[in-house]
C-alpha cells in the first residue's frame, strides 16, 4: 500500500520514528511521498533515498550524535569563546558535520540534489528568519533564483534542521545576491500535515503523520507567570499553533502521536540504552495505532 508520510521535527527524539517506521513496514506500507521538518526531514529524506529502518537502525548504532557538535577550534577559553561564537554566528555549533554525515549517507544511494529523487517526493521546511516566511524545500527556491533540481538534498535538512542558537543559521542567496539566512522549521511548522493536504479535493493516498508529541490536536493551556514563561510561551506558539490548525479530528485518526518526555531535543550524549528506549517507544505506539485507529 503507497501512502504519503509527514514526519514531524523534534532533534533527537526522531530516533523514536525509526521504531514506528520498523511497524509501518510490517504492515506492507511504502512511503511514496515524505514531508518533514528538522529531525523528520532526516528520517523523511533518507527514506525517499531508499533507506529501510533496518538500515536506519544500523547507522543509528554505527554513528556517535556527539560528532555533529562541530566546534570552532580556538585557544581562546572556552566559555568565552563560546558566548562570543553565539553572538556573531548566531549558532554554538557550525552544522557541517551534520551536513556532511548526510551527504555521505544520500550518496550511497545515487542522491545528491532533488533532480535524483522522484519529483515532489520530498518536501522540507524550513524558516527564512530574514524575510519572516516559512518555505518548503524544493518548492520555493525559484523564489531566490535558485534551480530547485540542483539544490543539495544534504543542504536543505540542515536547513531545516538548524536549531535556533545551536546550529548556525545556514545563507541563501537570491539573484540580486541578497542573503537570508535560513534555520529550523520547526519554529514555524513542526509537523507540516498541510503540504499533502488538498482543499478542494482529497488527497491523492492516504496520509500517515509520525508526531512527537502526544498532545494531538489539542494546545495545552500554559501559567505564565514571568519572562521566561513568556519567552517558552511565544517559541512554542509559533512552533505548534499553525499546525494544530491544520490537525481536525479525522486527520488525527491517521497520526501516530509519539509522546516523548524523557529525552532533549539536543540531547546528542545520548547512550545505547536511551536510544534502544526510544526506538521501543516508537515501536509501541505505532502498534497500538495500527490495532486501534488504521482503516477503523
Known amino acids: 500500500m503507497l501512502v504519503d508520510g509527514v514526519f514531524s521535527g523534534g532533534g533527537v527524539k526522531a530516533i523514536a520514528l525509526i521504531g514506528a517506521l520498523e511497524v509501518v513496514e510490517k504492515q506492507g506500507i511504502t512511503f511514496k511521498r515524505a514531508a518533514g521538518t528538522s529531525g523528520g526531514a532526516i528520517v523523511g529524506s533518507l527514506l525517499?533515498?531508499?533507506?529501510?529502518?533496518?538500515?536506519?537502525?544500523?547507522?543509528?548504532?554505527?554513528?556517535?550524535?556527539?560528532?555533529?557538535?562541530?566546534?570552532?577550534?580556538?585557544?581562546?577559553?572556552?566559555?568565552?569563546?563560546?558566548?562570543?561564537?553565539?553572538?556573531?554566528?548566531?549558532?554554538?555549533?557550525?552544522?557541517?558535520?551534520?551536513?556532511?554525515?548526510?551527504?555521505?549517507?544520500?550518496?550511497?544511494?545515487?542522491?545528491?540534489?532533488?533532480?535524483?529523487?522522484?519529483?515532489?517526493?520530498?518536501?522540507?521546511?524550513?524558516?527564512?528568519?530574514?524575510?519572516?516566511?516559512?518555505?518548503?524545500?524544493?518548492?520555493?527556491?525559484?523564489?531566490?533564483?535558485?534551480?530547485?533540481?540542483?539544490?543539495?538534498?544534504?543542504?536543505?535538512?540542515?536547513?531545516?534542521?538548524?536549531?535556533?542558537?545551536?546550529?548556525?543559521?545556514?545563507?541563501?542567496?537570491?539573484?540580486?545576491?541578497?542573503?537570508?539566512?535560513i534555520v529550523d522549521g520547526g519554529i514555524l511548522s513542526n509537523f507540516p500535515l498541510w503540504v499533502f493536504q488538498r482543499k478542494n479535493s482529497p488527497s491523492k493516498r492516504p496520509i500517515i503523520g509520525l508526531q512527537l508529541s502526544s498532545k494531538q490536536h489539542k494546545i495545552q493551556a500554559r501559567k505564565i507567570k514571568n519572562a521566561f514563561d513568556l519567552y517558552y510561551a511565544l517559541f512554542a506558539t509559533m512552533r505548534e499553533a499553525h499546525d494544530a490548525r491544520y490537525i481536525s479530528k479525522h486527520d488525527a485518526k491517521s497520526i501516530i502521536f509519539i509522546p516523548i518526555e524523557k529525552v532533549m531535543t539536543t540531547s546528542f550524549e545520548i547512550n545505547k540504552n536511551s536510544i534502544d528506549m526510544l526506538i521501543n517507544i516508537g515501536k509501541l505506539r505505532a502498534e497500538k495505532f495500527f490495532k486501534e485507529r488504521w482503516m477503523h
Open 48 to 181: 525517499m533515498a531508499g533507506y529501510t529502518s533496518s538500515e536506519l537502525k544500523k547507522i543509528l548504532f554505527q554513528t556517535n550524535l556527539t560528532e555533529f557538535l562541530d566546534e570552532p577550534k580556538s585557544i581562546i577559553p572556552f566559555p568565552f569563546i563560546k558566548w562570543l561564537r553565539l553572538y556573531w554566528k548566531l549558532g554554538m555549533y557550525k552544522g557541517d558535520r551534520l551536513e556532511e554525515w548526510l551527504e555521505t549517507l544520500l550518496k550511497k544511494k545515487g542522491i545528491y540534489t532533488f533532480q535524483d529523487l522522484p519529483a515532489g517526493s520530498l518536501k522540507i521546511i524550513a524558516s527564512d528568519i530574514t524575510t519572516g516566511r516559512l518555505i518548503v524545500l524544493p518548492d520555493d527556491l525559484q523564489n531566490y533564483g535558485v534551480n530547485p533540481g540542483t539544490f543539495s538534498v544534504a543542504t536543505a535538512v540542515r536547513m531545516s534542521s538548524g536549531l535556533p542558537y545551536f546550529f548556525e543559521p545556514v545563507p541563501l542567496y537570491n539573484k540580486k545576491a541578497q542573503k537570508s539566512l
